[in-house]
Nanobody, 127 residues
Framework: QLQLVESGGGLVQPGRSLTLSCAASGRSLNMYAIGWFRQAPGKEREGISCIASSDGSIYYADAVKGRFTISRDSAENTVNLQMNDMKPEDTAVYYC????????????????????WGQGTQVTVSS
């Protein structure tokens, strides 16, 4: 049974960087599309990035495009989210999730498409 655990969250100043890691146990993450979602207080959970299991297709939401990078580390069975030039509006709980739907470069991932979730990690961007 696949289980996911996020790590790497914390407090970071605006303009700095942070890397989140989504570690899997039970199965290889290469079998799944992996999405990163975030939920700020009072807001809905939004899909900000995903990476396909097959052809490596990647999606980024406009809010993070050019600043965030998603990548797989097959040796470590993790999917990482490198976050650069962070902004206060990036403050949220970040979740990774695994699903079997295709991750398209042009379509925002939806939470209902992903069926295995991590517990989330808090990211706070503040000076």
């Amino acid at each position: 049974q696949l289980q996911l655990v996020e790590s790497g969250g914390g407090l970071v100043q605006p303009g700095r960087s942070l890397t989140l890691s989504c570690a899997a146990s039970g199965r290889s993450l290469n079998m799944y599309a992996i999405g990163w979602f975030r939920q700020a207080p009072g807001k809905e959970r939004e899909g900000i990035s995903c990476i396909a299991s097959s052809d490596g297709s990647i999606y980024y939401a406009d809010a993070v495009k050019g600043r965030f990078t998603i990548s797989r580390d097959s040796a470590e069975n993790t999917v990482n989210l490198q976050m650069n030039d962070m902004k206060p509006e990036d403050t949220a709980v970040y979740y990774c999730a695994a699903g079997t739907r295709y991750c398209s470069t042009y379509v925002q991932p939806k939470a209902y498409e992903y069926h295995v979730w991590g517990q989330g990690t808090q990211v706070t961007v503040s000076s």
